[in-house]
């Protein structure tokens, strides 16, 4: 009796120190073009890391690691933030929700619900960027500095960012 009692203990707080790594999100937000616009210009004297993803993209889950990493070391810099844009479909935010968890993506997440105006937006972020994924674009002081169309490399991103943040 009492090695099954220590057996049921054991499982119960492993299950609980395993689950203390795992990121809980309560909520992603849908947002339009104009709101990502503003969110873009409120961030002043700040390097802007926005990246522009899919759940459904292979190469866009193949950098977000190297994103997450690079997130967690510059994070605590006041004048560094990274927003991560999903465009997964709005009916498909629990998924997002659910990908973000296991991922434990600690950059901020917003899913840019305006796929019918796409056209109108996408050239807006950059005349070059024909829609494809992934796309990160880079802004110091709102003014965009950078744009990588496809997968960035660690490497890239990490020496863009030391080389613009004051």
């Excluded at 926005?50 to 993209?57: A, K, M, P, Q, R």
């Excluded at 935010?93 to 937006?121: G, S």
């Excluded at 796309?135 to 500095?145: D, G, P």
């Amino acid at each position: 009796m009492k090695k099954l009692l220590v057996l049921i203990i054991f499982f119960c707080s492993s299950s609980f120190l395993f689950s203390q790594n795992k990121k809980i999100v309560a909520d992603v937000p849908l947002i339009q073009y104009e709101l990502l616009r503003d969110k873009i210009k409120e961030n002043k004297d700040v390097l802007l890391i926005l990246n522009f993803w899919s759940t459904t993209c292979a190469p866009c889950v193949k950098e977000l690691p190297d994103f997450i990493e690079i997130n967690n070391k510059f994070s605590d810099k006041k004048n560094f933030k990274m927003l991560l844009v999903s465009l997964d479909r709005a009916k498909d935010k629990e998924k997002v929700i659910k990908f973000i968890e296991n991922k434990n993506l600690t950059a901020e997440v917003v899913i840019l619900d305006d796929i019918k105006r796409m056209n109108t937006w996408i050239p807006a972020f950059e005349e070059r960027w024909e829609g494809n994924i992934p796309v990160t674009i880079i802004y110091k002081n709102s003014e965009k500095i950078h744009f990588n169309d496809g997968e960035m490399s660690k490497q890239a991103l990490e020496n863009i960012i030391e080389k613009n943040l004051n």
